[in-house]
Every structure is written in structure tokens, then in C-alpha cells.
């Protein structure tokens, strides 16, 4: 098989890409098309995984009960996270918009299933964690796919994953890796949201290169 040309404009677009794959937590409620889900999700069933395991399991949160257990959790979490801020941050973090809970219209809790036969333990025997990684790995695919095709997605991690796995019903074996948000973006930036808003900025790559 002849493995295909990606030339000078392919490689502009993805670069492009990879600048807008923005963290969106401000939705629009108009709903994501099952058909485009379904192709999104599909997309991200060709990320690599360790032993070729695909250890990822979704949760599709769809009941508005359900969607109120995850916000109650959110909201104890989050209160917790602001009582640990120093007095020059809390003011700036309680003004963060830091979830899309309340209007994206689909919603899936991102397990790793550490019980699965699927890979026969090939690499992750002696590291298990590789597991989790390839769910976050997923993750990134799935993300690109989706911005792809003009949806936004946002990470939810101020959550209690014990506590969430158990409120969803996950069966022993899963592992909570990721809460995540899928929809319409309300606006669209190239800036993340955090630096926007005067949280973060980004660090230039070469104070993370060390040379042995």
C-alpha cells in the first residue's frame, strides 16, 4: 500500500488545528447530531494504544438526574479548590468559567478498563499506567476530530473520580480518567480560556528541554 503525500497545505491546516484545539466550557445547546458523535468517537478508535488494548470505556451522561449528581460533585470539588487558593488568586479563580456542565449537550465520563483481556498485558504488565495513557492519548484524537468538524470539547477535572465512579454505577474494574463536554463553541479563540483570563500563560518549550 502506498502510504499518503501529506504536503505543504495538509501540514498548514493540522498546524492550524493544533493551535485552535481550545478546553471549551462555553456551549451552545443546540444538540450534536448522533451521526457526528458517532463519527467523532469512530475517529478516536484509531489512537495508539498499549498491547493494541484500547482500554477507553464512554459513559454517555445524558439524564438530567444524572447530569445534576455530576454538578453536585463539580460544585463540592470546585468550592474545595477555592478554599486552597491564596488570598490574590481566589478572587481571580472564583471569576473563572471552568466547566460546561450546564449547557453542553452531550456528555460522557471516560473510563480505563484495567480488566480487560483485549491486549494480553503486552507493555502494560510492566507498566500498568500505559493503560491510562492511552485513554489520554484517545483523548487528544478525539479532540482534534471534533474540532475538526467544528465542535469544541472541554475536560472536566474538578471532580471526585471515587466518588463519581461510583455515582455513575462503573463496574469495579474502570478507572475515572476524564469528564468530558462536547458541543458547539458560543465563540471561538486560539488563546486558551486560562490565559485569556490572566491565570496561566504558556512557557517557552526550552525550559522544559533538560540535556543529559
Known sequence: MTPPSFDERFRADLDQLLSWRRDVRRFRRDPVPRPLLAEVLRLAQLSPSVGNSQPWRFVEVASPAMRAVVKANFADCNAAALAQQSPTRAALYARLKLEGLDAAPAQLAVFCDHG????????AMTMPETLDYSVAAMIA?????????GLGLGWVSILDPA???VEIGAPASYKFIAYLCLGWPVE??????LE?????????????????
Open 163 to 165: 466518588r463519581l465512579a
Open 188 to 193: 471561538e479563540h486560539e488563546a486558551p480560556e
Open 141 to 149: 484524537v478525539m479532540w482534534l476530530a471534533a474540532r475538526a468538524r
Open 116 to 123: 480487560g483481556k483485549q491486549g494480553h498485558g503486552l507493555g
Open 196 to 212: 485569556r483570563a490572566g491565570w496561566q500563560e504558556r512557557t517557552p518549550l526550552g525550559q522544559y528541554i533538560l540535556h543529559v
